[in-house]
């Protein structure tokens, strides 16, 4: 599986932003998706999750509410939108895709990673 986010960008406080995930393969359908961030000096972190079938999501309690994933298997993507968006949110963001069983946000639960996609919220 290969994994392109895009949607990053520069954004004012209390904005929105779309980030997408475009992935190459058959074994989309069956992966687990996720979306990881990483700050500035700072370790990389969860933000959000989605199982193959679509049917449960799971987010960090830092952006429940304000973070929406969602994934359309037919055309291969997941999308994390992103609104109130906070100085905090600012980090590089990852998706990932899990074709094992795992804890959705362990960062050990995914096989393949994209290249990341900035994001930048100015307060």
């Known amino acids: 599986v290969q994994l392109q986010a895009s949607g990053g960008g520069l954004v004012q406080a209390g904005g929105s932003l779309t980030l997408s995930c475009a992935a190459s393969?058959?074994?989309?359908?069956?992966?687990?998706m996720g979306w990881f961030r990483q700050a500035p000096g700072k370790e990389r972190e969860f933000v959000s999750a989605?199982?193959?079938?679509?049917?449960?999501?799971y987010y960090a309690d830092s952006v429940k509410g304000r973070f929406t994933i969602s994934r359309d298997n037919a055309k291969n993507t997941v999308t994390l939108q992103m609104s109130s968006l906070k100085p905090e949110d600012t980090a590089v963001y990852y998706c990932a895709a899990g074709l094992r069983p795992a804890v959705a946000s362990g960062s050990s639960g995914y096989d393949y990673w994209g290249q990341g996609t900035k994001v930048t919220v100015s307060s």
């Open positions: 393969g058959r074994t989309f359908s069956s992966a687990r």
């Open positions: 989605i199982r193959a079938s679509g049917s449960a999501t």
